[in-house]
């Protein structure tokens, strides 16, 4: 009798192994058992208790390249020789771990403050995370929306920016308008690839599962059943932002980061992201994250270029400070003079 496994397309590659010697493999462990790889299934004849048991195998091998994003040899021995999922549930120990990404990487928050970010994530469904570039706010709250959609928590991602010029013009990039938005939305497609495999990124994507697009397009959509990030929020105005956060339909989660530090909007226009801070905080089941330098997870000379600008900022403040307090009292003291 002949026994059919259908295995998911995004990991059969991955499962079956280079020249499919997993399979190579798995024949060795199993040897009573005949195992002809088709296409994305395994044709497996032999006995219903030793194909019944090596379709529990083969679903616990699923399992931890879903997880951990890669199969090895080492891997298949020890989880086919497992009487359960203990081998599995023994590599999920570390609570710091959000997601495993494309090869096995680790994604974990490092810093005291992105784990006060994931901790966050789990009590509230609207999370505002504030802080100087390099402290990992986009990226943690992307590898919590990769692990949400993973957990079948959730039906898709939606990644945002406000399409505000950063000294550059977009109007002279060549193309149409997804040409000319790409490299604006390159750091959100870069996020995603390090949490999973291209091919499967892409998938998901075709499929509208996750969807990268600029916070306009956000206008007049209900988003349920998805974890929703804005990036770059420092760059919407109040008037788009409380357009955005007006959007949340039911089992949604709102992620809004950004860097007040670095705003690009005009003179004229107060960023939302600041007025957020003040109308929003103490709201129930919304939580306001505040990063700082300790948290920057870049190369170390990040750290010290953000405190050299801070410091010199400070001194600009304090110089106009004085300035203003000397005309001030230029001012006081005329008048004065004219009184007497």
Known sequence: MDKIIDVNPDIAVE???????????L???????KIIVRGNELKVSGSDEEMQAFG??????????????????????????????SFYALNSVDSNVIVHGREGKVIKAITPNQKRLVESAEKNDMVFVVGPAGTGKTYTAVALAVKAL??????????????????????FLPGDLRD?????????????????????LMTLMEDKVIEIAPLAFMRGRTLDNAYVILDEAQNATSSQLKMFLTR?????????????TQI???????????????????VKGIDFIYMDNKDV?????????????????????EAMRKRREEREAAKHHEASEHAV
């Not at 024949?27 to 058992?33: A, M």
């Not at 529990?56 to 020789?81: C, P, W, Y």
């Open 264 to 282: 690009d909007l005009p003179k004229h226009q107060q960023s939302g992201l600041i007025l957020a801070d003040r109308i929003l905080r103490g």
């Open 150 to 171: 993973k957990n079948k928590q959730i039906k898709r991602i939606i990644l945002t920016r406000p399409a505000v010029e950063a000294g550059e013009n977009l109007g």
């Open 27 to 33: 024949s060795h462990i199993f040897p009573k058992l």
């Open 297 to 317: 997870v870049r190369h170390h000379l990040v750290t010290k270029i953000i405190s050299r600008y801070e410091a010199y900022e400070n001194e600009v403040e």
């Open 15 to 25: 499962l079956f192994g280079p020249q499919n010697n997993n399979v190579v493999l």
């Open 248 to 260: 949340m339909g039911k089992n949604a989660k709102f992620f809004i980061t950004g860097d007040i």
């Open 180 to 200: 000319k938005l790409d490299p604006y939305l390159q750091p959100l497609y870069d996020a995603l690839w390090d949490m999973m495999p291209m091919q499967k």
């Open 56 to 85: 529990e195998r083969v679903s616990m091998l699923e399992r931890h390249i879903e997880q951990f994003g890669k199969l090895t040899e080492t891997d298949i021995i020890n989880i086919t020789a497992s009487e359960d999922d």
